[in-house]
């Protein structure tokens, strides 16, 4: 289902009955209020005022007018959510959206049944819709927690770490990853514990530019990792028993995700071109099975 599509047709719907609103059926509203006032006034009025007195005149006028000016249910429900739903395409398209972590893949940084915010415009403002950039903000940066349109299928948005930047040789041998001939340094961090599988991860800490996060990884397990099927630029990766390695093309970015054994990235599937980039991730602001987990992570 493609939300904003959605919202942005029923933008379209409300903004036109809006219109026709302000243009046309309220001032007819108050042209045949006016009248029915002003011939209240010349029949009834009169003969109110002597029997009940002023104020059975003014509380006669009061609704009369309400009669003729009140919105149509169809106009108060089209029209009426017009600003509201202005505000909402508005900060979704171009500012925040909020999205909810459906795997494990970003474990330990993120849970299961965390709601996120997404930066929309650090990226890049782009039009909503078409997904068209119009604004150059600034680019990923190796470390950012980013979401992606999945190039195997844009309708479906994943959530992974940057890892390789374009130019980048990213290497994923025997469970150590490399960038550029340089390992990535893994440093013990005890152990994670999964309260859904009631059970204990070994964990590490590493550093991808400039972000110091937490992985899980099993060092013990084979390294042995295929491709999902072809994909664009695959002659760019060299798949072996040991690992992968591959050269990130222009434009692309390498994405891996933060359980390194229980996570489909670009180690499977590709690379990520810039223009299916939604957003920087920055912010869990709810998760209702566990409260603690609201604040910033990196």
Sequence with gaps: MNFALILFVVLVITFVAWLLERLWLRPQRLRAAAAALAEFDRTTAPDLRIAQGEAAVTVERIALREKYTSQP?????????????????????????????PSGSMIPTLRIGDLIL?????????????????????????????????????????IKRVVGLPGDTVSYINKHLSINGTEVVLVPAGEFYDSDRLSYSAQYSETLGTVDHKI??????????????????????????????????????????????????SRFWGFVPEQNLVGKAFLVWMNFGDLSRIGRFR
């Design 73 to 101: 249910v169809w106009v108060e429900y089209t029209a009426g959510l017009f600003p509201v739903i202005l505000v909402v395409f508005f900060l979704r398209s171009f500012l925040y959206e909020p999205f909810k972590i």
């Design 118 to 158: 997404v930066n929309k415009y650090i990226y890049g403002v782009r039009l909503p819709v078409v997904n068209q950039k119009v604004i150059e903000v600034s680019e990923p940066e190796r470390g950012d927690v980013v979401v992606f349109r999945f190039p195997r299928d844009p309708s479906v948005d994943y």
């Design 216 to 265: 899980l990884t099993e060092l013990e397990k084979p390294s042995f990792i295929a491709p999902m099927d072809r994909f664009r630029f695959m002659e760019n990766c060299r798949y072996g028993s040991d690992g992968v390695v591959c050269k990130v093309p222009p434009g692309h970015y390498f994405m891996m995700g933060d359980n390194r054994e229980n996570s489909l990235d």
